[in-house]
C-alpha cells in the first residue's frame, strides 16, 4: 500500500491507522502549498486533487477519508479499529462522518479556503468567522458525546483518528481551547505510540 499525503492535513488520520496496523507501507508527500495536487501526475492518482489518497496493493486507489479509513479498518479487523458491537459502529461511523462532513467541510475548510466560499477578499473574515463558529458548535457536539468514556466508541477506532486530525488543526494551527473531553481525548491521542511515530514521519513533533 501507498499513502498520498501531506504533513499535517486529514491525511494525518489515515496515517495514524496505517500506524496503528502496522503493516509495511510506502508513503508520498503531496505537497499542497506548492499546488502539487494539481500537477497531471498527482490528478492522475487522484482527478480530485486532494488528499489523503490510498494505493492498494492490487493497484487501485481509494479516496476519501471515511472509505480509506473503514477499507482499512475492514481489512485488518486484528487492529481493532472498528467497534464489534453493531449500536457502537453506527455511532463510531456517525462520528466520523459528521468530524469530516461538518467540523472539517463546513467549518474549517472556510477558515483554509475562505476564497472557496466568498470570491471577494473583503468577504473573507467573515466567512472564517462563520467556519470558527461552525467548529466550535461541532466540537461542543462531539465533547458532549465524549462525556464520561476515553474515546468515541469506548475503545480507539477510526473515528477517533478523524477526530485527531481536527483537535491537531485546532489546537495546533489556530491555537484554539478545546473543551475539556476535547483536550483530554487529544492529549490521550498524542500519547499514543502511532501518533508519535507519524508526528515525528511529518516532522510535526
Request: net charge neutral; glycine share 6%.
Amino acid at each position: 500500500m501507498k499513502l498520498y499525503y501531506s504533513p499535517g492535513a486529514c491525511s494525518i488520520g489515515i496515517h495514524v491507522l496505517l500506524e496503528e496496523i502496522g503493516k509495511p507501507y510506502a508513503s508520498e508527500f503531496v505537497n499542497l502549498r506548492e499546488g502539487a495536487q494539481f500537477a497531471p501526475n498527482y490528478k492522475a492518482i487522484n482527478p480530485k486533487s486532494k488528499v489523503p489518497a490510498l494505493e492498494r496493493n492490487d493497484g487501485s486507489i481509494l479516496t476519501e477519508f471515511p472509505v480509506i479509513a473503514h477499507w482499512l479498518a475492514r481489512q485488518n479487523p486484528e487492529a481493532d479499529l472498528l467497534p464489534k458491537d453493531e449500536e457502537a459502529l453506527t455511532r463510531a461511523l456517525e462520528a466520523m462522518e459528521y468530524v469530516v462532513g461538518t467540523i472539517h467541510g463546513q467549518g474549517f475548510a472556510r477558515i483554509f479556503r475562505s476564497e472557496r466560499f466568498a470570491p471577494s477578499p473583503s468577504d473573507h473574515e467573515a466567512v472564517k468567522a462563520a467556519g470558527r463558529q461552525i467548529v466550535e458548535a461541532g466540537f461542543a457536539v462531539v465533547d458532549k458525546a465524549l462525556s464520561g468514556k476515553n474515546y468515541l466508541s469506548g475503545s480507539f477506532s477510526i473515528a477517533d483518528a478523524a477526530l485527531f486530525y481536527t483537535e491537531f488543526w485546532a489546537a495546533k494551527r489556530l491555537g484554539m481551547t478545546l473543551p475539556a473531553n476535547l483536550s483530554a481525548h487529544f492529549a490521550r491521542l498524542l500519547a499514543r505510540p502511532a501518533v508519535k511515530r507519524v508526528l515525528e514521519q511529518e516532522n510535526l513533533a
